[in-house]
């Protein structure tokens, strides 16, 4: 199979493999689209297989990105990169500026970040030869840990769906079913609480688990009876994938709003969840408040001005706004939410891409 026959490529601008001999850096770095601005997404350390395993993987995850930061309506494209081999025994500093030296012939049309397997610290390696990462956490521009803002935005998603189907402002005499209590699952659970939901938790780290049910009185069950609790709401915060045909009939919330990444296991299953009526507020239109949380960083290091947390609540704000366009035209035009949010990033797309084109043939 060559790269154009592959199912995940999808129009993308640019894709680029790289090896460094010393080091032994394997990479290949994915630009879906700059019609929005240069493309920003993580990188992702894994143990991949195959490079094909790797290929499919960064085309997916780079389309992914120019949706999540067209919905977000940020000034980015979208991109990602991965570099193959194990996160917990090959990962060197010199790994890192290798790989950052990669990023840096790309000429800015790429920004690097964090994704699974790479640190603060690892991106902060590749700082030293490249000006082109994101998420670092220090400095004026440093965005820091995004969890926070990510769990303000699903916790502000959890509260639009309730007032659409249970008419409240609050999330009083709601139950939501959470299954993982970490970075984002454990601010989101002090939010919900407040808020007033009963909770429910599981997580597999058992410490982390009490620790979080303890301070917001929660009830605690097993990884896998997470699906079977009887709540008003699931909120998928560990894993993707949960939303699949072994769990959906398991699933009696009327509603899913939660952190996760590629939470449909397959696009059929958001038709089936249409079909029964429960509302699911599509992953990468609520998880959105990290990547604007990110952005602040680039804005500011752009403008040589500071992090600026006004401006990253006017994003949140009109991520909410998207949500509520996803939700009405859902409802309006009978279809699932996700091909709503699809719909919407991808006219964003097309819009930025017919500009960028006007003044590229005014410019020439
Ligand atoms: P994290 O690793 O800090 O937390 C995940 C938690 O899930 C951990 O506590 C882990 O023990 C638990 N877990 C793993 N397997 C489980 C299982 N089978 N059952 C129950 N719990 C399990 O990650 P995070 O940063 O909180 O991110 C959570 C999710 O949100 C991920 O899917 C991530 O891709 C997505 N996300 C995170 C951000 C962010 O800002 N951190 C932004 C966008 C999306």
Request: aromatic share 6%.
């Amino acid at each position: 199979m060559t790269l154009f026959d592959s199912p995940s490529f999808s129009n993308h601008e640019g894709v680029h493999a790289f090896f460094d001999e010393k080091t032994g850096l394997k990479a290949i770095i994915a630009v879906h689209s700059t019609a929005r601005g240069a493309a920003v997404g993580g990188t992702r350390m894994w143990n991949y297989g195959s490079a094909a395993e790797a290929l499919e993987d960064v085309l997916r995850l780079s389309k992914g990105m120019s949706y999540k930061n067209a919905v977000a309506d940020l000034e980015m494209g979208g991109g990602k990169s991965v570099i193959i081999g194990d996160s917990k025994t090959q990962k060197t500093p010199e790994l890192f500026q290798a790989f950052g030296r990669a990023v840096h012939t790309l000429g800015g049309c790429y920004y690097a970040a964090e994704d699974v397997g790479v640190s603060v610290a690892d991106v902060a390696e590749a700082r030293k030869v490249t000006p082109y990462v994101v998420g670092l956490s220090d400095g004026a521009w440093g965005s820091g840990d995004p969890s926070p803002v990510t769990a303000e935005g699903v916790f502000r998603s959890t509260l639009v769906v309730a007032k659409r189907l249970w008419k409240q402002d609050d999330l009083t005499g709601l139950t939501v079913a959470m299954q993982g209590v970490g970075h984002v699952g454990g601010y989101l659970a002090d939010k919900l609480a407040k808020a007033g939901a009963k909770l429910v938790l599981t997580d597999v780290n058992q410490e982390l688990l009490s620790e979080v049910a303890a301070r917001t009185n929660a009830e605690v069950v097993a990884p896998d009876a997470i699906y079977d609790v009887k709540a008003d709401i699931y909120a998928p915060c560990a894993l993707g994938a949960t939303l699949n045909p072994q769990t959906l009939d398991r699933i009696s919330a009327k509603a899913v709003v939660g952190a996760a990444n590629n939470q449909l296991a397959t696009p059929d299953i958001g038709q089936r969840l249409f079909e029964r009526g429960v509302v699911y507020a599509p992953d990468y239109v609520v998880n959105g408040g990290g990547i604007i949380n990110v952005a602040s960083e680039l804005k500011a290091r752009q403008t040589g001005g500071a992090y600026d947390p006004a401006w990253v609540e006017k994003k949140l704000s009109r991520l909410m706004e998207t949500l509520e366009e996803v939700l009405d035209r859902s409802a309006t035009e009978k279809r699932p939410t996700h091909e709503i949010a699809d719909a919407i990033a991808e006219a964003r797309i097309s819009a930025a891409l017919d500009e960028k084109t006007d003044r590229e043939r005014l410019a020439a």
